[in-house]
């Protein structure tokens, strides 16, 4: 059974940082299609970034880039979200997504509906 576990998260200031990660398990070997989506209150469920958990290229949402970067651990089969000069607009619950193995995003790597499995979620929140 496939599952992912997030870890992380928690209440910073403006300008803060906070690191996000992600752990799947099930996918036994290969690359994975992993990214990272927020859904703030009473707002649709949008793309942040993504990424292979073998590497290669990421795709980030404009709102984030240059902000927050998504790295991997293949070692751990682990893809993280570092999340750097946060602002008050952050604030939201952040997912943590997958394709199912042996797939990939097939147009939209930022697309909720290119995933198959999902984790719990993990507020992050941001005061001014």
């Known amino acids: 059974q496939v599952q992912l576990v997030e870890s992380g998260g928690g209440s910073v200031q403006t300008g803060g940082s906070l690191r996000l990660s992600c752990t799947a398990s099930?996918?036994?070997?290969?690359?994975?299609?992993m990214a990272w989506f927020r859904q703030a209150a009473g707002k649709e469920r949008e793309g942040v970034a993504a990424g292979y958990t073998g590497g290669g290229q990421t795709f980030y949402a404009d709102s984030v880039k240059g902000r927050f970067t998504i790295s991997r651990d293949d070692s751990k089969n682990t893809m993280s979200l570092q999340m750097n000069s946060l602002k008050p607009e952050d604030t939201a619950m952040y997912y943590c997504a997958a394709v199912r193995p042996g797939y990939c995003w097939i147009n939209a790597p930022l697309g909720v509906t290119e995933y198959d499995v999902w984790g719990q979620g993990t507020q992050v929140t941001v005061s001014s």
């Open positions: 099930g996918y036994g070997y290969g690359s994975h299609c």
